[in-house]
């Protein structure tokens, strides 16, 4: 049987009861999923027989019907309700860790970081979460090689994957972070990724806080996944046209409508 294709799917911080989330800003909340929500999904795929990887196991294309399970930002939660919830299915991650959000409020501490990596694959987000198209070539640098280093000080072992915040990239994005020796990146572009796929232009699917059993069995099987793409561009071609700073205004306006 010939290498499947795989679909990438980011999360980002879990909604626990009673716990107050790191940010309310409905940018921000839109993409948050509930603690039960993540755990019914886990259990759905675990349930049809999918396997969840983490990207370096997702880059080998493997046979098995499975997903790649990705987090952004290194939030507190990643430790204390996703891991366990992938540890008891049997299913690996990669989480991106924002290097210079470690030890604020709702993020992981530098002990909680280590005893993540002890159970789970650790990427880098960055060194402070910016738009990195908006950058110098030596701010890039600070952001992709610098919090690599960070990170991999930290925790003890390489850290070989690297996804751009809020999948805001360019061409020297990608060629600082081959020369940092990540060995992909991860994007927001809503494919599937397949062996032929560039991988330091990975695809990924975020699932947000409204997407239902439904949607998300589809983006699981890579079914429809030109609707989101379609708007997606729509999106893309509005921030190359005002810029990352204006498109983020505008788009803040809007949702606090």
């Not at 379609?230 to 803040?252: M, P, Q």
Request: charged content about 25%; hydrophobic content about 35%; proline content about 3%.
């Amino acid at each position: 049987m010939a290498n499947r294709p795989i679909v990438f799917l980011m999360y980002h911080e879990l909604e626990l009861s009673g716990r107050p989330l790191v940010q309310s800003e409905p940018g921000y909340v839109r993409y948050i999923v509930s603690h039960d929500r993540f755990r019914s999904q886990m259990e759905w795929l675990r349930q049809k027989g999918w396997v969840g990887l983490n990207v370096s196991e997702s880059l080998d294309y493997p046979e098995q019907t499975a997903v790649a399970i990705t987090f952004d930002d290194g939030c507190e939660t990643d430790l204390i309700a996703a891991a366990p919830i992938l540890v008891e299915a049997g299913f690996h991650a990669t989480f991106y860790v924002t290097a210079g959000f470690l030890g604020q409020r709702g993020y992981l501490s530098h002990a909680q970081l280590k005893e993540l990596s002890s159970l789970q694959e650790i990427g880098c987000h960055s060194m402070t979460h910016p738009y990195l198209n908006d950058l110098s070539d030596e701010q890039q640098r600070v952001e992709i090689q610098g919090a690599r280093a960070k990170l991999e000080d930290i925790i003890g072992r390489s850290v070989e994957h690297f996804s751009c915040p809020g999948g805001r990239y360019d061409e020297r994005t990608l060629a600082i972070a081959r020369e940092a020796g990540y060995r992909s990146v991860a994007t927001s572009q809503t494919i599937r990724n397949e062996p032929s796929t560039d991988r330091f232009q990975l695809g990924r699917v975020a699932i947000m806080r409204n997407t239902e059993d439904s949607l998300f069995a589809d983006i699981c099987s890579g079914k429809g996944l030109w609707k989101i793409r379609a708007a997606e561009s729509a999106r893309n071609i509005a921030r190359k046209t005002i810029g990352n700073v204006l498109y983020d205004r505008v788009r803040r306006r809007l949702l606090h409508k």
